[in-house]
C-alpha cells in the first residue's frame, strides 16, 4: 500500500459557517435559510449578556 499524498486542507471563512448553520437550522425548524441567515449577518444577540464558555 502506497501512501497518498497529503492535500491542502481549504481555509473556511465566516460565510461559509454562517452559511452552513443557516441551512442545518433551516431543516431543523422550517424556516427559510436565507432568513436565518440574514438574522445571523446581522449580529444582534438574543441574550447579549451571556457568554459562551471557553
Known amino acids: 500500500m502506497t501512501r497518498q499524498p497529503k492535500q491542502a486542507s481549504r481555509k473556511i471563512n465566516r ?10 437550522s433551516a431543516i431543523e425548524t422550517g424556516e427559510a435559510s436565507a ?14 449578556q451571556l457568554a459562551l464558555a471557553s
Open 15 to 24: 460565510d461559509q459557517i454562517r452559511r452552513s448553520v443557516a441551512s442545518s
Open 35 to 48: 432568513k436565518i441567515e440574514a438574522r445571523l449577518k446581522s449580529g444582534k444577540r438574543r441574550f447579549p
